[in-house]
């Protein structure tokens, strides 16, 4: 199994709900959400909705124009 050390990266206007685990070298983009109890191990991109476990996007917060 292989360890890193990395930062976790939390941008503005982020929700993240409780007993979530973000793993090391996440980047959570502006607006996104992560729902309870999710486990996410890849970046999240801005304005998306991540819930499960791996989380995937289920959603979006607002369209890009």
Known sequence: MV???APIVIEDGVWI???TFVAPGVVVGVDAVVAAGSVLVS???PGSVYS??????????WREV
Request: zero cysteines; proline letters at 5%.
């Open 52 to 61: 499960g476990n791996p989380a995937k996007e289920v959603g979006r917060r």
């Open 17 to 19: 709900g409780a007993h």
């Open 3 to 5: 360890y890193r050390n």
């Open 43 to 45: 970046d999240a991109t």
